[in-house]
């Protein structure tokens, strides 16, 4: 009888064993990780990135927190949680300059002893550059930019044109496309104040051999290459009438691509996941549109603005590590491959490039990988968010008219001499 009753209770100690373990699994914690996010978000790849990580790895839940999709207001938006050291978002996503500032502040968590030289070697040595500060790695990055001239490779062909090197070509095609069109907006660009404006202008710029600093480090906006450059921008408005006046009310790029995408715009200059947007099902442009590197000046160079974003991990977050886990995962071969071959951005890792079925899908990558090696890119500085607030409130007074170009960067130039003057 004893040995009945024994095993009973035996049997019954093993069943709340398991019952009670059962209970803490089901219960156990679940982390949430906030993931900042762009609102502008093609064939929305970022969110299902979030919902595909959460539902394979159920003990981590990724929550995405939108950001504004002009970068300058994202950085605000960024700066704002980081600086009040709140936990509002766990992974930080950085644009291409604002590593100095944010590792200079405090914010970034260093990622040098999570992820090993050959972990790092797959990506581009351009991006890792700009993620170390003071010789340590802030982030890695996830998605590789350029901003190219996209345009309706139909109506060019229809023209008889071929793609335009230089400005004065690209005024010509646009007259004479829109006089045949009707229409069509020639040049549909972002002109309003923003961040998007200064890459913008740091083509032109560029492109005319102007520069914000010389090699050292000198102010040099104000010369006079510089006012040539933001002379032309306020000559494609007001005397060639290649670029609407509207679009200087435009400070995002969701507001001008939609002409573009639409099948209402000739040009439109402008980041890779254009291609993405432009190629979805049942698009007017489908199958038209090609992208070239930006129309540079006579005797000038060609200057594309390279961009590209990078995921950190803010120093105020309560699961770093679960943090870092998700950077590793989204950075992989095989989610980044996964990404770009359902519309979403173009990736990192430089072997994409040679992946067949990448090529097929993305034909343009292994060219525009070569824009992105040979771009230009925005000032460096911990003070460039200052450089760059300043540089938009007076680029946008030339093209308002409010003030000649030269007037506007004399101004500019004063301002960033007492910048870096602090």
């Known amino acids: 009888m004893l040995k009945y009753f024994g095993s009973k209770i035996f049997l019954l100690v093993i069943l709340i064993i398991f019952m009670l373990g059962l209970f803490s699994i089901v219960n156990a914690e679940e982390v949430t990780i906030r993931w ?14 979030a919902d595909r990580y959460s539902k394979e790895n159920p003990d981590v839940n990724i929550q995405t927190v939108q950001m504004p999709s002009a970068a300058d207001k994202n950085h605000d938006k960024q700066v704002s949680i980081l600086a009040a050291q709140s936990s509002a978002i766990d992974i930080v996503n950085i644009d291409v300059v604002w590593p100095p500032e944010f590792a200079s502040a405090g914010w970034l968590l260093p990622l040098d002893e999570y992820f090993t030289e050959s972990e790092i070697s797959v990506f581009p040595p351009a991006q890792i550059k700009s993620n170390t500060v003071n010789g340590k790695l802030y982030a890695i990055p996830w998605m590789l930019d350029s901003h190219v001239l996209w345009y309706r490779k139909d109506l060019l062909d229809k023209y008889g044109y071929k793609v335009p090197d230089t400005w004065d070509e690209l005024i010509e095609q646009a007259q004479a496309i829109k006089e045949g069109e009707g229409e069509i907006i020639p040049y549909s660009v972002t002109f309003g104040r923003g961040e998007q404006l200064i890459c913008n202008f740091i083509e032109f710029l560029k492109g005319n051999g102007g520069s914000f600093f010389d090699e050292k480090g ?18 494609l408005i007001y005397e060639h009438g290649v670029i ?20 209402k715009a000739l040009f439109h200059p402008n980041w890779n996941y254009v291609w993405g947007t432009s190629q979805v099902e049942g698009s007017p442009v489908r199958g038209k549109v090609s992208y070239t590197p930006i129309p540079m000046f006579p005797g000038g160079t060609k200057a594309d603005c390279v961009g590209g974003w990078s995921l950190g991990v803010s120093v105020y977050s309560s699961h770093k590590k679960e943090a870092i886990e998700f950077i590793k995962w989204y950075t992989s071969y095989e989610i980044q491959k996964w990404e770009m071959l359902n519309g979403g951005y173009t990736m990192t890792r430089t072997a994409l490039t040679s992946d067949p079925e990448i090529l097929e899908a993305i034909p343009f990558l292994e060219d525009y990988k070569k824009i992105f090696e040979n771009g230009v890119t925005r000032p460096r500085t911990p003070y460039y968010s200052a450089i760059s607030d300043n540089a938009q409130s007076y680029i946008s007074q030339a093209l308002y008219k409010q003030l000649t170009p030269q007037e506007a960067l004399d101004k500019l130039a004063a301002v960033m001499e007492d910048i870096i003057a602090e």
């Open 218 to 235: 000198n102010v040099t906006i104000n010369e006079a290459e510089a006012v040539e450059a933001l002379q032309m921008m306020v000559d």
């Open 244 to 263: 609407p006046e509207e679009m200087l009310n435009y400070d995002a790029l969701p507001e001008t691509i939609r002409y573009f995408n639409e099948g």
């Open 36 to 49: 900042a996010v762009f609102s502008n978000d093609p064939n929305g790849m970022m969110q299902a990135a």
